[in-house]
Structure formats: structure tokens, C-alpha cells
């Protein structure tokens, strides 16, 4: 049984460039999550995808966006990119909220580096 | 969401029990208490949640008092391999996970 997988693993971009990033859930799951780690931080809630549709977000600028698609992966979209956005990405997946119980579980996360 | 304590680092011994505790003083009636374990450039892994009282599984136990203001994960007889992240989070079933920035445990042979 995979688990959630990310890709890639390690991504180097530029300033003003753009970047997608892809997640798969685990088996079973239909709920994606995407956070952002800093060195040193712990992860920050980006967004969270059920059904297609983004369900809820947090404190991110209209530069990062996502999709999911109908097997239930997931895009992260990160437009006009700052040096600041350089972070270790983290997808997690978990069956719906009723049954998440804060139960999430997490890819190992794509390395983003912008220069 | 309840703000949670934690200490920012912990230093231990290969054999030795491990006990980390969470302090949560405004926890809230529906909130559940997880703690999550994170290795370098990996994402966390969920290890242990509960409500009250004792929960154990095979890889740790957590202890919560009755008045649920505080949580202590413990690790039984740690390994280097333990060495790691530790998160304490609460809150209901909500949609994000609020992240501090955990307890950097490090086992020393």
C-alpha cells in the first residue's frame, strides 16, 4: 500500500518563475492538504482540497493555487516566486474530516529552492 | 484552535525513558491532543492521539491529566533512531494542522 507520494523531490527555480508541484494520497484517501516548512519551523497550513474544490486556506497569498483532480492527487501552483517561498513543501492526505480526527498523513515533501 | 507549550529541545541517553510534555491551558471541550514525529527532510508521521486519561500503542504512550491542560508523550527506552522532531497539536476535527515548532529530541549513544 503506498503511501502519499510526492514529485519532485527536488526543484531549483529562479525569481519570477513558476512552479507546480504533485502529491498523490495514500490508498483510500480524498482529502490533500499542502504546507509550507521553513528551516528550523514547523509546517504552515497552505491550503486543503476535498472534492475538487478548495476547502480551506490559510494564510497565503493568491500566488499559491492548487487543484484536484477527480482520482483525488493534487497540484500546488506557485506563481512569481520569491526567494522567501524557498521551503520544504508538504503534501498530507486523510479520509474526510469526520473521520481525520487531526489524523493526517504526510509525502516526504519537495525541496524548493529559489535563486 | 488551542495554543500549545512545548520545550524547544530535549536531551537524552540510548535506554532511557523519554518524557515530553505539552502544556494546552485553553483547550477546548472537543479538542483531541496528536503528537506527530518528524525526521530531517521528511514530513511528519502521526505517532499517538488522544482525548484523556492513558493511551498507549507500540510506539509510545501519552498521558493526560483530567483537567486536559497539559499532555506528556513518553518514549519508552529510546533509541538513536528517535532522535527527531516531536509536535504536540491540538484542536477538533479541523481541516489544518497547526504546527509549533516542536521538541527537537536528541539520543545520544
Known amino acids: 500500500d503506498a503511501g502519499v507520494t510526492q514529485s519532485p523531490t527536488h526543484l531549483i527555480k529562479t525569481r519570477g518563475q513558476q512552479v507546480t508541484l504533485r502529491c498523490s494520497p495514500k490508498s483510500g484517501h480524498d482529502t490533500v492538504s499542502w504546507y509550507q516548512q521553513a528551516l528550523g519551523q514547523g509546517p504552515q497550513f497552505i491550503f486543503q482540497?476535498?472534492?475538487?474544490?478548495?476547502?480551506q486556506r490559510g494564510n497565503f497569498p493568491d500566488r499559491f493555487s492548487g487543484h484536484q483532480f477527480p482520482n483525488y492527487s493534487s497540484e500546488l501552483n506557485v506563481n512569481a516566486l520569491l526567494l522567501g517561498d524557498s521551503a520544504l513543501y508538504l503534501c498530507a492526505s486523510s479520509r474526510d474530516r469526520v473521520l481525520a480526527k487531526n489524523i493526517q498523513y504526510f509525502g516526504a515533501g519537495t525541496r524548493l529552492s529559489v535563486l | 484552535l488551542a495554543k500549545t507549550t512545548q520545550p524547544i529541545s530535549m536531551d537524552s541517553y540510548e535506554g532511557q525513558e523519554v518524557n515530553i510534555t505539552c502544556s494546552h491551558n485553553?483547550?477546548?471541550?472537543?479538542?483531541?491532543i496528536t503528537w506527530y514525529q518528524q525526521f530531517p527532510s521528511q514530513g511528519p508521521r502521526f505517532i499517538i492521539q488522544?482525548?484523556?486519561t492513558k493511551v498507549t500503542n507500540e510506539v509510545a504512550s501519552l498521558f493526560i491529566p483530567a483537567d486536559r491542560k497539559s499532555s506528556t508523550l513518553s518514549l519508552p527506552r529510546v533509541s538513536l533512531s528517535d532522535t527527531a522532531v516531536y509536535y504536540c497539536?491540538?484542536?477538533?476535527?479541523?481541516?489544518?494542522?497547526?504546527f509549533g515548532t516542536g521538541t527537537r529530541l536528541q539520543v545520544f549513544p
Open positions: 482540497y476535498y472534492e475538487e474544490e478548495e476547502r
Open positions: 488522544g482525548y484523556k
Open positions: 485553553n483547550i477546548a471541550t472537543n479538542d483531541y
Open positions: 497539536l491540538v484542536g477538533e476535527n479541523t481541516d489544518k494542522l497547526i
